[in-house]
């Protein structure tokens, strides 16, 4: 084969084989067909997202209280619970307690107290009043015992927005508008406008005298009293021989019962005062010339066993007027019963009732005003105000209780009782 035969072979060849690379030979595999993507759903229409709850707003006009889950309801009280009237203030403080054991929580909130001492004078009420209105989380309190302490806690509390309740404020300038009066204040204890004019009947037409003097310490409560009684006795046909008065922390009373001898001598003699000034009073009078067959009373600020130690053997006959605790209701009799159980005495004066109401009265309104936010509780100060304000009907141990416009809420009901053997025994009416 010749050379140019050779190179036109050799170029054939490796055409065929460049040929055969590029698809010649077998036929490819049949590629499987591709799945189809599945086709996109369309998006679910999404259910409207849920609204929070509103968040609670107070429209209060004075403010709310809010107390937070598991936080405790508080209460304050302002009594006397040190010094020669601790008897009359621990009365009440027992009150309050045992209304808060019979309620129970309220709205889903225990109930704690805050217990303060009045010291049965104007600065122990403004002490008192000043410490609790620093706490904004009270929303409510049971004082004070004495009248001296309502006048000054009065307005504190009531320029901070609270309520108080008194179980044993008695002097009427507390319900005046003309005098001391301020918003929210309120009691469950009797107007002394009703306990004097009671006394002054009973002297008059029970013991048929004609003449009295009457002595006060110069305190809301017993220069009320005594000046109650002093109008009434002489309205009555009475002769008021002598009106005057002694100073809080004096021992020697003779001096003033030396110059009431002298003006009359009267067949009997009123002083409103509180033990230990009492006490001094009922010993001496039987020392001044004059006095000697004298009638002596006085009145609830020397119910206790303290004031019984105090007049000693001096006291035994004195007449003392006071609310009339002859309740006949089944609540009171648990409430002595339970009085007993707890603390293992009777009760040591006669305001324990009233304060058990007032605590009630103040509970009640938390309930009917309070606003529950889940675990939540928010109490308006305006609507404590409003609530007890009508309070009308309302059944406590002390009778039916309804609040006039001043904050008089109680069912008055005086008696007069006399001391015999260390005892004070209910005679009158």
């Known amino acids: 084969m010749s050379k140019r035969l050779l190179a036109i072979f050799a170029m054939l060849l490796v055409a065929s084989m460049v040929l055969a690379a590029c698809g010649g030979g077998a036929a490819?595999?049949?590629?499987?067909?591709?799945?189809?993507?599945?086709?996109?759903?369309?998006?679910?229409?999404?259910?409207?997202?849920?609204?929070?709850?509103?968040?609670?707003?107070?429209?209060?006009e004075i403010g709310c209280v809010t107390y937070y889950a598991d936080e405790p309801i508080r209460i304050a009280s302002a009594l006397v619970v040190s010094g020669p009237n601790t008897d009359l203030g621990m009365d009440s403080q027992r009150g309050v307690e045992l209304a808060m054991e019979f309620k129970g929580d309220v709205l889903g909130h225990a109930v704690e107290l805050q217990a303060e001492d009045d010291g049965c004078s104007a600065e122990g009420g403004q002490?008192?009043?000043?410490?609790?209105?620093?706490?904004?989380?009270?929303?409510?309190?049971?004082?004070?015992?004495?009248?001296?302490?309502?006048?000054?806690?009065?307005?504190?509390?009531s320029d901070a927005g609270y309520v108080m309740v008194s179980p044993s404020n008695t002097s009427p300038a507390l319900t005046d508008a003309?005098?001391?009066?301020?918003?929210?204040?309120?009691?469950?204890?009797?107007?002394?406008?009703?306990?004097?004019k009671a006394m002054a009947e009973f002297a008059i037409d029970v013991l048929g005298v004609t003449s009295a003097a009457a002595i006060h310490d110069g305190d809301p409560y017993t220069e009320g009293l005594a000046r109650v009684f002093a109008d009434n006795f002489e309205a009555l046909g009475g002769?008021?021989?002598?009106?005057?008065?002694?100073?809080?922390?004096?021992?020697?009373?003779?001096?003033?019962?030396?110059?009431?001898?002298?003006a009359g001598p009267p067949e009997l003699i009123y002083y409103p005062v509180f033990t230990a000034e009492g006490g001094f009073l009922t010993k001496q009078?039987?020392?001044?010339?004059?006095?000697?067959?004298?009638?002596?009373?006085?009145?609830?600020?020397?119910?206790?066993?303290?004031?019984?130690?105090?007049v000693g053997e001096a006291g035994e006959g004195m007449y003392f007027s006071g609310p009339d605790l002859g309740f006949e209701n089944e609540l009171y009799t648990t409430f002595l019963e339970k009085h007993t159980e707890v603390y293992g005495i009777d009760p040591t004066s006669v305001f324990h009732s009233h304060a058990f109401d007032a605590a009630n009265?103040?509970?009640?309104?938390?309930?009917?005003?309070?606003?529950?936010?889940?675990?939540?509780?928010?109490?308006?100060?305006?609507?404590?105000r409003d609530?007890?304000?009508?309070?009308?009907?309302?059944?406590?141990?002390?009778?039916?209780?309804?609040c006039n416009e001043y904050g008089d809420c109680a069912d008055p009901q005086i008696t007069v009782s006399q001391l015999t053997a260390g005892e004070y025994e209910p005679i009158w009416p």
């Open 28 to 60: 490819p595999a049949e590629e499987a067909p591709m799945e189809e993507a599945p086709a996109e759903e369309a998006p679910a229409e999404e259910a409207p997202a849920e609204e929070a709850p509103a968040m609670f707003e107070c429209t209060d």
């Open 127 to 157: 002490a008192a009043g000043q410490k609790i209105v620093s706490d904004p989380t009270i929303i409510g309190i049971i004082g004070t015992s004495c009248s001296g302490a309502g006048v000054p806690m009065s307005k504190i509390m």
């Open 178 to 196: 003309d005098s001391a009066w301020n918003p929210g204040y309120y009691r469950t204890a009797h107007n002394d406008k009703v306990q004097g």
């Open 239 to 262: 002769t008021i021989v002598e009106f005057t008065a002694v100073n809080k922390g004096d021992t020697d009373m003779r001096p003033v019962l030396t110059a009431v001898a002298a």
């Open 285 to 310: 009078a039987k020392e001044v010339a004059g006095l000697e067959e004298t009638i002596l009373s006085a009145a609830d600020g020397m119910i206790s066993p303290a004031a019984v130690e105090a």
């Open 361 to 384: 009265m103040i509970l009640g309104c938390v309930e009917e005003v309070g606003v529950v936010d889940g675990e939540d509780l928010h109490v308006g100060r305006q609507a404590m």
């Open 387 to 402: 609530c007890l304000d009508a309070t009308s009907g309302f059944d406590g141990i002390t009778g039916t209780l309804t």
